[in-house]
Every structure is written in structure tokens, then in C-alpha cells.
């Protein structure tokens, strides 16, 4: 399988837990996206990096979550101290630059109890 | 900030008629365009691109068309299949943000 993969596909964790998903990218890609997903709602993004430079973050993205890329290949997402808030789809996207093109995975979805 | 909108929350389509899902942008320097479609539980899957220096692109029984005059971009699906049911969403980027912009979504619903 050359795609994106993402995991665990399902997280239920209880409130002020800590969570982490992991995004394994097309090998290729120098592009790593991460989304957020509610139910109904288009995704909203949260950080990108390239390589393994972290190059934004949007201000959706709380000191309690941090998102990682060591070695330019796959990234990690932690929540810390989670909320029920926090409950969505947490979707991982990968691009080669020229293309621009995001191949996305099928997404962590987390429950926040 | 800026944003790409869908003008339909929902689309219900007789099985084999043409579909036409729209898409108002607000992002002037929007270069590129992708249309995805995402089923139920899953992530959005790449149905097809263009970018603002053309105003039509053909795929397999899917056309996108961009309007840069009045900032909107459509999607024809010829021939509506019962397997297009999921929502469709527009995204753009800009090449000085780099990053893919979703908007809401419209649900294609095709009627057997």
C-alpha cells in the first residue's frame, strides 16, 4: 500500500487523557498536512510541514496540541489534556510541492468522553 | 479570514442525469483549485484539479470549470452514478500560503 496511512483509526480516551496519532506519508512526498474534521463541516487545517520543518500552525491549534515530523517522514499529532471538544476526525495529508496535489488518509477519529 | 463556500448544503439527482455542484472563492491570489469527494467514515479523496490559468479541465465523467471573473468554480458529473453519493467540497491554494483551504461541502444524493 503506497497511501497515506493513518493510526489508530479510533481513539476513545476520557477527558484530560492524552492522545497521539501517528501519519505514515507517501514515501516521496515532502509535504505532511494535518486536518480537523467535525461532523457536517468541511476539514480545517491545522499545521504543515515541510521536510521536516513544521511551517505553520493555525490558531485552531492550542498549547495543548503539538505535531511533529523528526525525521521528514511520518508525523506525529498529540493532544494533551484532552477535552470533549477535541472530539473530530483527525485527517493527515501528504504532497510532493511541485504538484500541489494532497493525498489524504483515511483519518484518526477521536472520542473524547 | 478568507474562505471557499458551497452555494447547496444538498444536490438530489436522479440516477444517470448530469450533476452540477458549485463553489463561490473569496481568494483573489488562489491559484490552484481540487474537488474531493469524501464517503461516509472516510478520508476526502482527489477527484480532480485546475489551476487559475485555465478555465476547464476534463477528467472521467467529471469537468471542472473555473470562472476567475466572478470567483467560482463548478463540478459536472456526467451520467450520475448511485457509487458519486458523497459530499463534494471545493478547496483552494494560494501559492504564497501553500496550504489547502476546504469549504463546506455539498451532499450528492442520487436517487435509484
Known amino acids: ?113 | 479570514g478568507e474562505s471557499v463556500g458551497l452555494h447547496l448544503p444538498t444536490l438530489s439527482v436522479q440516477e444517470g442525469d448530469n450533476s452540477i455542484i458549485n463553489c463561490a472563492y473569496s481568494n483573489s491570489a488562489s491559484d490552484y483549485f481540487i474537488w474531493y469527494k469524501q464517503e461516509s467514515g472516510k478520508g476526502p479523496q482527489f477527484i480532480i484539479d485546475i489551476r487559475s490559468n485555465m478555465d476547464k479541465r476534463q477528467g472521467q465523467r467529471v469537468t471542472v470549470l473555473l470562472n476567475k471573473t466572478v470567483k467560482h468554480l463548478s463540478l459536472q458529473i456526467a451520467a450520475t452514478q448511485p457509487g458519486d453519493s458523497a459530499v463534494y467540497f471545493c478547496a483552494e491554494i494560494s501559492s504564497n500560503t501553500g496550504k489547502l483551504i476546504f469549504g463546506q461541502g455539498t451532499t450528492l444524493q442520487v436517487k435509484p
Not at chain 1, 495543548?64 to 499529532?77: D, H, I, M, N, Q
Request: proline share 4%; with cysteine.
Open chain 1, 1 to 113: 500500500d503506497t497511501g497515506v496511512s493513518q493510526n489508530p483509526r479510533h481513539k476513545i480516551t476520557k477527558r484530560g487523557q492524552n492522545v497521539t496519532f501517528r501519519c505514515d506519508p507517501i514515501s516521496e512526498h515532502n509535504r505532511l498536512y494535518w486536518y480537523r474534521q467535525t461532523l457536517g463541516q468541511g476539514p480545517e487545517f491545522l499545521t504543515y510541514f515541510q521536510n521536516e520543518a513544521q511551517l505553520e500552525k493555525s490558531r485552531l491549534l492550542s498549547d495543548r496540541f503539538s505535531a511533529e515530523r523528526p525525521k521528514g517522514s511520518f508525523s506525529t499529532l498529540e493532544i494533551q489534556r484532552t477535552e470533549q471538544g477535541d472530539s473530530a476526525m483527525y485527517l493527515c495529508a501528504s504532497s510532493l510541492e511541485q504538484t500541489g496535489e494532497l493525498f489524504f488518509g483515511e483519518g484518526s477519529r477521536l472520542t473524547v468522553l
